[in-house]
């Protein structure tokens, strides 16, 4: 089956939908998105993805490409039109085409760019990867200054990921100053007897969907849950470690660095905070 997508207004099979040499995403990465993750053919979250696409838009002071109710009838009709059971939906918007190069943003009235498109992932809240866990290594933190706007400027994330991928390791675990910032796509956490330690929030970490609903759904778990900063050092002592974002839910850590984290298997605070996040949020979906 040909994946249909969606550019300006239109469906589209995927070899027909282009967008233009001079669109700002392409020459400056002038662009945010947002990946919304679907279970039972159905948005998990939607509603933090679209309060968040709109705080990275107005950071940047880019208009909204639409209304929410079109943006939910897009991704609602993509998955329709590509049949997704299980995957995600990526959506990005740029602040479009001004027909030419120029540092200088253009008029504000200029028409954004929008473009969407399915990932079709049958076994996404089945990952093999959830029963095993992911290996990390550090990197340093070479990213910009404001990594709290979700924009399309992933090149050294990108890059991080391939010296995971060349230390023969899932994914690498940013440091600031020795302390743990946030994973190449995902949000960090350790596990200390019944606490969960994350980085707080600030322009130094993706504000993320799903670490405001597993920090929501611990609390009621009666976890205790601290927002602070935390080195590699102390994350290779705690007794777990994880990494949440749309993509993996709640994904275990079992080893930093080539140090085992606790058994050196996932441990029962990350998969119980799993099915509760996998449960919880396929109640809510819409
Ligand atoms: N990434 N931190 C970073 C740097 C991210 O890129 C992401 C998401 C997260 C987690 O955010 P959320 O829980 O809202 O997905 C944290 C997406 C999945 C991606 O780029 O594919």
Redesign the pocket.
């Known amino acids: 089956m040909t994946r249909t997508v969606f550019v300006n207004g239109h469906y589209l099979p995927e070899d027909q939908a282009t967008v233009s040499i001079f669109d700002r995403g392409f020459l400056m990465a002038d662009g945010v998105y947002e990946?919304t993750s679907v279970l039972d053919g159905k948005l998990i979250d939607f509603d933090g993805h679209i309060k968040?696409l709109h705080r990275s838009l107005s950071e940047l002071d880019m208009a909204a490409p639409c209304s929410d109710d079109d943006l939910i009838a897009i991704h609602r009709e993509l998955v329709r039109l590509n049949q997704i059971d299980q995957g995600m939906i990526y959506l990005q918007v740029t602040r479009g085409n001004p027909g030419d190069r120029s540092f200088v943003f253009p008029a504000a009235d200029l028409a954004p760019t929008i473009v969407a498109f399915t990932q079709n992932i049958p076994n996404l809240a089945d990952a093999p990867a959830a029963k095993t866990g992911f290996k990390v290594i550090s990197v340093p933190d070479m990213r910009w200054g404001r990594?709290d706007i979700k924009t399309t400027q992933l090149l050294y994330?990108s890059m991080a990921k391939m010296m995971a991928k060349k230390a023969g390791v899932d994914d690498s675990w940013f440091t600031e100053n020795d302390t743990v910032t946030?994973?190449?796509?995902?949000?960090a956490y350790i596990v200390k007897g019944n606490r969960i330690i994350t980085r707080q929030l600030s322009t130094d970490?993706?504000h993320?969907?799903?670490?405001a609903a597993v920090l929501r759904f611990a609390a009621e778990a009666q976890f205790e849950v601290e927002e602070r900063p935390f080195t590699i050092s102390e994350a290779q002592d705690a007794d777990e470690a994880f990494s949440?974002?749309?993509?993996i839910f709640v994904m275990p850590v079992v080893e930093i660095d080539g140090k085992p984290v606790g058994s050196g298997k996932p441990g029962p605070v990350a998969t119980r905070l799993r099915e509760i996040y996998l449960d919880e949020m396929r109640r809510a979906a819409v």
Do not use: D, K
Request: hydrophobic share 35%; charged share 15%.
């Open positions: 990946v968040r990594v994330p946030e994973g190449t796509s995902n949000n970490i993706l993320g969907i799903t670490r949440t974002a749309a993509s």
